[in-house]
Each structure stands twice: as structure tokens, then as C-alpha cells.
């Protein structure tokens, strides 16, 4: 595959070094634990709604929509679709929720519900989640570089995780806001880019690109049936409603956003704008898939006969785009990859503060204690990402384990929150229990696919979307049962 021009090696390296540049100047004013968990609550909602539209969109959706769309169709779209009910949600309920408690932590008030454990809980599957999420995205994004680059897919990821960690570690969460608003801006340019070029190298105009792709059903949204094995409309729909009811509503990364802004209003305005633009932007990730489909199509001597559908993109960004553009999109790749990893490093870190630290070991820690834990645990949560993601270099597919890991860390996390809120007489046992069989039960789906021989009967029959649909629902529905026969066997003594 051809590399890019020195060119754009050029614009590449100098996003990179204004990222770091950006992180030590704003990285003055961090001087609390407050400032560097919240950014003094002071940040305006246009740029926390960019910061969590730039959280939201990863490498992996830069890289892997268009591969989507390419390979097959748009059903992976609806995802999207379910956004606007679950923003809606998040304002309406979420957002005043934590704003009225005024805490950092997103997962204080499931002590008060049920208990230590909860709490926990709650914060280990997070930090073992954002760790397979970091690996996963930083592996990704070095394997798709690398042959553009010519840099080696370590080289990559080595390079990705310094320069987060050392931005994240001097500029704290304002850093990491600010630092997303320019990366925010920085993404939508590149994927508008491509749009635009691929309607000029069409032979015949962009008409072309629709023609085919109706010819070949390429905006299908999946089929309508009520199948659950398969990936049809209703289960990426289902899907998308559960995965965005917990970003919204228990993500640390998005809680903490909460925090930051300056008012309530603002919060809820950060929330819609995040979300209303994540769906027209992935509509461009998948548009571009199908653009490129239809560009490949006509000209099909331009893509080598062994490239597969995930490496469509990266082959157009090195051979199909003018010199000095291939680097602006290398670094809106590179952007929405450090965008999230440097969320998920700081809301890390802040856990690990608020949840272990002053809850088990020191309670009455002074601030700057709690600023010296706050950078120590921004450098080893940094540096365990970066280690996840050498490590995935040994696994077969790291988006497979990602999904299979994300599944069971995070799984119940949504069942046990919505338990404390629908349920005010649950209790202890009953979510402690429910937990226990939701937990089961993602397990048995997220491993048992893999399942041969005598084991291979009891298989999931469900389609992996399925799996945090039905281990939330479990945790919350065995949680209200185990709460309601604990009602009425006390009621009858």
C-alpha cells in the first residue's frame, strides 16, 4: 500500500504536538482536585457537548462505520437512531440527577441504595471496561495506520498512549474537554472531506454513487423481522436504546461532562448537542462506506483484490486522496482515537480517587494528596491502556473481544442503576441477587458462542447486540422480584 507524502507526515506530527501543547497551557490552572476532576465547573455547554460527541465517536467508528457500509448495508445505523430518545432521557432525568447531588463520581449514590459492594461494583466493571476499550481502540487504530504510515503497529500504539497520557496527566478533565473540541472540529472536517472527494471522482457524478448503491440495496437498515439471532432493525434498535441509556445515564465519562458545565442548563444543552451531532456524522461514516463501494465499483483496478472491507477506507486515505488531505483525515482519525482515550483515562483516574482511595484507604485526604493520587493514577491507568493494547495484538480480533468484554464488565452496571431508581424498596439482597443472575446470564451469552462439542447445545440463540439487553432487564427484573417476595413474606410476620 502507498504511505503518504511528507506532506502530510507534516500536518500529522503538527496535530500531535498541538495537542500536547494544548494540554500543558490549559494544565496551568489545575491546582484542585475539584479543577482537575470537574474543570472548576465552568466549562461552557457548546464545548461539553463537543467534548461528548468527540467521546463518543471513536477510531473505531471512524474506521469501522465505513467498513460497515461498505461490506454489507446501513443497519448498522439504527444504533443511531435510538439516540435522540435516550438524549431526551438523559435531560430530563439523568442530567438533574447528578447535578442535584453535585458529585464527580458517578456511582456515590449506589452505596447509599445498596450498599459498599454496589458502588464498587459498579466502579471496578467501569475501569476494567474503559481498559478493554482503550486496548481495543489504540490496537485498531495502529493496525489500520500502519501500512499508511509505514510505522510499526507498536510504534503506533506506543505513540497514541504517550501523548494522551502526558496531555491527560498536566491538563486534567479541562484539558481533555478543550483538547476534544478541537479534535471534534478537527474529525468532522476530515469525514466531510472525503464526502465531498468522493462525489468529484465519480466518473459519471455523484448520481452514480446512488444509482449503484440502490442497485445493490446498500442503504437497507436490515431486515424488519422479529428474529433475535440476527442483526435485523429491532435488535440494533433495542440494542442502541440499552447501550445509550447506560452511556448516558451511568458512564463515568459522560457523568463527569455533567459536572463540568457551568449551570444545569448548559448540562442539558451539552447533552443534546453531543448527541444530535453524532447522527448526522455517523450518517457520513456510513455514507462514505457506500460512496466508496460505488467508487471501487466503477473502478475496480484502483483497489487490490485481498483488501478487506474494514481496510477499504485506509487504502482510499493513502492512494485516493490529494497530498496534504490524507493528513488532515490521518489526524481526525488519530483525533477521535485520543478523544476517547483521554476521557476514559481521566474518568478513570477520578474513580479510582473517589471510589477506592478516599472510600477505603483515606478518607480525609488533603487536596494535595488527592492531586498527587489523582496524576498517579492518570500514569499507571494511561499505561495499563497502552499495555491492553500490545497485548491485543496476540488476539484474533480485537473488536470480537472488545464486544465480549464490554458485555461482561458493563453489563449489569445499567440493571443495578435503574433497580435504585425504579424500585424504592429494593434492598441489599434483592440487587445483590440480581446482579448475581444478570451477571450469569451475560456470561453464558458473551462465551457461549465459542462453545463446540458436547457444549455446543447450549449455545446463546441470541444475536450478541442481545447480550446488555437481557442482563440489564435481568438485573432489574429478579431485582424487583427478590424486593417484592422480601415485602410480603415481612408483611406476613
Given at each position: 500500500?502507498?504511505?503518504?507524502?511528507?506532506?502530510?507526515?507534516?500536518?500529522?506530527?503538527?496535530?500531535?504536538?498541538?495537542?500536547?501543547?494544548?494540554?500543558?497551557?490549559?494544565?496551568?490552572?489545575?491546582?484542585?482536585?475539584?479543577?482537575?476532576?470537574?474543570?472548576?465547573?465552568?466549562?461552557?455547554?457548546?464545548?461539553?457537548?463537543?467534548?461528548?460527541?468527540?467521546?463518543?465517536?471513536?477510531?473505531?467508528?471512524?474506521?469501522?462505520?465505513?467498513?460497515?457500509?461498505?461490506?454489507?448495508?446501513?443497519?448498522?445505523?439504527?444504533?443511531?437512531?435510538?439516540?435522540?430518545?435516550?438524549?431526551?432521557?438523559?435531560?430530563?432525568?439523568?442530567?438533574?440527577?447528578?447535578?442535584?447531588?453535585?458529585?464527580?463520581?458517578?456511582?456515590?449514590?449506589?452505596?447509599?441504595?445498596?450498599?459498599?459492594?454496589?458502588?464498587?461494583?459498579?466502579?471496578?466493571?467501569?475501569?476494567?471496561?474503559?481498559?478493554?476499550?482503550?486496548?481495543?481502540?489504540?490496537?485498531?487504530?495502529?493496525?489500520?495506520?500502519?501500512?499508511?504510515?509505514?510505522?510499526?503497529?507498536?510504534?503506533?500504539?506506543?505513540?497514541?498512549?504517550?501523548?494522551?497520557?502526558?496531555?491527560?496527566?498536566?491538563?486534567?478533565?479541562?484539558?481533555?474537554?478543550?483538547?476534544?473540541?478541537?479534535?471534534?472540529?478537527?474529525?468532522?472536517?476530515?469525514?466531510?472531506?472525503?464526502?465531498?472527494?468522493?462525489?468529484?471522482?465519480?466518473?459519471?457524478?455523484?448520481?452514480?454513487?446512488?444509482?449503484?448503491?440502490?442497485?445493490?440495496?446498500?442503504?437497507?437498515?436490515?431486515?424488519?423481522?422479529?428474529?433475535?439471532?440476527?442483526?435485523?432493525?429491532?435488535?440494533?434498535?433495542?440494542?442502541?436504546?440499552?447501550?445509550?441509556?447506560?452511556?448516558?445515564?451511568?458512564?463515568?465519562?459522560?457523568?463527569?461532562?455533567?459536572?463540568?458545565?457551568?449551570?444545569?442548563?448548559?448540562?442539558g444543552k451539552s447533552v443534546y448537542l453531543g448527541a444530535m451531532l453524532y447522527l448526522p456524522i455517523s450518517a457520513f461514516f456510513f455514507f462514505i462506506g457506500t460512496q466508496l463501494f460505488a467508487y471501487y465499483t466503477v473502478r475496480p483496478e484502483l483497489l487490490p483484490a485481498e483488501t478487506t472491507s474494514d481496510h477499504v477506507f485506509p487504502h482510499f486515505i493513502a492512494t485516493g486522496l490529494p497530498i496534504g488531505i490524507g493528513g488532515l483525515v490521518i489526524a481526525a482519525i488519530f483525533a477521535s482515537a485520543q478523544s476517547t482515550i483521554s476521557s476514559s483515562i481521566n474518568c478513570s483516574a477520578t474513580l479510582i480517587l473517589c471510589d477506592i482511595y478516599r472510600r477505603y484507604i483515606r478518607p480525609g485526604v488533603s487536596e494535595r494528596e488527592a492531586m498527587f493520587v489523582l496524576r498517579a493514577a492518570t500514569l499507571i491507568v494511561g499505561?495499563?491502556?497502552?499495555?491492553?493494547?500490545?497485548?491485543?495484538?496476540?488476539?484474533?480480533?480485537?473488536?470480537?473481544?472488545?464486544?465480549?468484554?464490554?458485555?461482561?464488565?458493563?453489563?449489569?452496571?445499567?440493571?443495578?442503576?435503574?433497580?435504585?431508581?425504579?424500585?424504592?424498596?429494593?434492598?441489599?439482597?434483592?440487587?445483590?441477587?440480581?446482579?448475581?443472575?444478570?451477571?450469569?446470564?451475560?456470561?453464558?451469552?458473551?462465551?457461549?458462542?465459542?462453545?463446540?462439542?458436547?457444549?455446543?447445545?447450549?449455545?446463546?440463540?441470541?444475536?450478541?447486540?442481545?447480550?446488555?439487553?437481557?442482563?440489564?432487564?435481568?438485573?432489574?427484573?429478579?431485582?424487583?422480584?427478590?424486593?417484592?417476595?422480601?415485602?410480603?413474606?415481612?408483611?406476613?410476620?
Amino acid at each position: 500500500m502507498k504511505t503518504l507524502a511528507n506532506i502530510d507526515f507534516v500536518i500529522l506530527l503538527l496535530y500531535l504536538a498541538s495537542m500536547v501543547a494544548a494540554g500543558s497551557i490549559i494544565g496551568r490552572r489545575n491546582r484542585t482536585p475539584d479543577h482537575f476532576m470537574s474543570a472548576g465547573r465552568s466549562v461552557p455547554g457548546w464545548a461539553v457537548g463537543l467534548s461528548i460527541f468527540g467521546t463518543y465517536v471513536s477510531s473505531i467508528s471512524f474506521l469501522a462505520l465505513p467498513g460497515k457500509a461498505y461490506g454489507s448495508n446501513w443497519n448498522a445505523f439504527v444504533f443511531s437512531l435510538s439516540i435522540p430518545f435516550a438524549a431526551w432521557l438523559a435531560v430530563r432525568y439523568f442530567v438533574p440527577f447528578y447535578r442535584q447531588r453535585g458529585e464527580v463520581s458517578a456511582y456515590t449514590h449506589l452505596e447509599r441504595r445498596f450498599g459498599p459492594w454496589a458502588r464498587t461494583y459498579a466502579a471496578i466493571c467501569y475501569l476494567l471496561t474503559q481498559l478493554a476499550r482503550m486496548g481495543a481502540i489504540m490496537y485498531l487504530l495502529a493496525l489500520a495506520l500502519s501500512p499508511i504510515t509505514g510505522w510499526s503497529i507498536i510504534s503506533l500504539i506506543l505513540l497514541t498512549g504517550l501523548i494522551v497520557i502526558v496531555y491527560t496527566l498536566i491538563g486534567g478533565m479541562e484539558a481533555v474537554i478543550w483538547t476534544d473540541v478541537m479534535q471534534s472540529i478537527i474529525l468532522i472536517c476530515g469525514a466531510s472531506i472525503c464526502v465531498f472527494i468522493l462525489f468529484l471522482e465519480m466518473p459519471q457524478g455523484f448520481i452514480q454513487i446512488f444509482q449503484i448503491a440502490n442497485r445493490e440495496d446498500k442503504f437497507s437498515l436490515g431486515s424488519f423481522s422479529l428474529n433475535l439471532s440476527d442483526s435485523t432493525f429491532w435488535v440494533v434498535l433495542i440494542y442502541g436504546l440499552f447501550i445509550n441509556l447506560q452511556n448516558f445515564g451511568i458512564d463515568q465519562s459522560y457523568v463527569q461532562r455533567y459536572a463540568a458545565a457551568r449551570t444545569d442548563r448548559e448540562a442539558g444543552k451539552s447533552v443534546y448537542l453531543g448527541a444530535m451531532l453524532y447522527l448526522p456524522i455517523s450518517a457520513f461514516f456510513f455514507f462514505i462506506g457506500t460512496q466508496l463501494f460505488a467508487y471501487y465499483t466503477v473502478r475496480p483496478e484502483l483497489l487490490p483484490a485481498e483488501t478487506t472491507s474494514d481496510h477499504v477506507f485506509p487504502h482510499f486515505i493513502a492512494t485516493g486522496l490529494p497530498i496534504g488531505i490524507g493528513g488532515l483525515v490521518i489526524a481526525a482519525i488519530f483525533a477521535s482515537a485520543q478523544s476517547t482515550i483521554s476521557s476514559s483515562i481521566n474518568c478513570s483516574a477520578t474513580l479510582i480517587l473517589c471510589d477506592i482511595y478516599r472510600r477505603y484507604i483515606r478518607p480525609g485526604v488533603s487536596e494535595r494528596e488527592a492531586m498527587f493520587v489523582l496524576r498517579a493514577a492518570t500514569l499507571i491507568v494511561g499505561i495499563a491502556g497502552t499495555l491492553t493494547a500490545l497485548a491485543m495484538i496476540q488476539v484474533k480480533s480485537a473488536l470480537d473481544a472488545w464486544w465480549e468484554l464490554a458485555g461482561i464488565f458493563s453489563g449489569g452496571m445499567l440493571g443495578l442503576f435503574l433497580l435504585g431508581i425504579i424500585s424504592r424498596h429494593a434492598k441489599n439482597a434483592a440487587a445483590a441477587t440480581g446482579v448475581a443472575i444478570g451477571v450469569l446470564l451475560i456470561c453464558w451469552m458473551s462465551l457461549s458462542p465459542s462453545w463446540t462439542g458436547d457444549m455446543a447445545h447450549l449455545r446463546s440463540p441470541f444475536h450478541k447486540f442481545m447480550v446488555i439487553v437481557i442482563g440489564t432487564l435481568a438485573v432489574l427484573l429478579v431485582g424487583l422480584l427478590v424486593s417484592r417476595l422480601t415485602s410480603v413474606a415481612n408483611n406476613k410476620t
